[in-house]
């Protein structure tokens, strides 16, 4: 019996220590948790902050006859519109090759593949070009 009786001591002593154990670690969450919380209140306070900003911003330039990018009627009363850039940068056409370009472009690709499968067959049958 004080066998017995020891035994169930030394497994209760256990199960203490491990559940002391298990609320610390669940107090250290708790108290990360919170933190992070914490944070992340204060992350989106800021953020309800600038949007304010940005809203009033918006609502200025609106006021203020608008944004420097806005289209304009065509002075000579056509069908086209006209956008003013505020870098006043005029972006330019896009140059295309003309086909004949490219089919000239394509024979000399293929003229040098020809050459390239010449040299490798001269290659496997031994002949040596000199350059």
């Known amino acids: ?4 009786t ?4 030394g497994n209760l002593l256990i199960w203490a220590k491990h559940l002391q154990m298990t609320q610390g670690y669940f107090e250290a969450m708790k108290t990360s948790q919170e933190t992070s919380n914490k944070n992340q209140e204060a992350l989106i306070k800021n953020l309800e902050v600038q949007m304010g900003q940005l809203s009033r911003q918006f609502s200025n330039l609106q006021g203020s006859g ?4 806005n289209t304009q009627d065509n002075p000579k009363n056509e069908s086209c519109k006209a956008i003013n850039l505020r870098n006043r940068v005029v972006p330019s056409p896009e140059v295309r090759e003309s086909s004949r370009k490219k089919e000239n472009k ?3 690709e293929g003229e040098v593949e020809k050459v ?5 067959e001269n ?3 031994g002949v040596v070009e000199n350059e």
């Open 66 to 69: 608008g944004f420097g990018g």
């Open 123 to 125: 290659e496997k049958n």
């Open 116 to 120: 390239r499968k010449e040299g490798v």
């Open 6 to 9: 020891l035994l169930l001591q």
């Open 106 to 108: 394509k024979e000399s």
């Open 1 to 4: 019996g004080q066998i017995k």
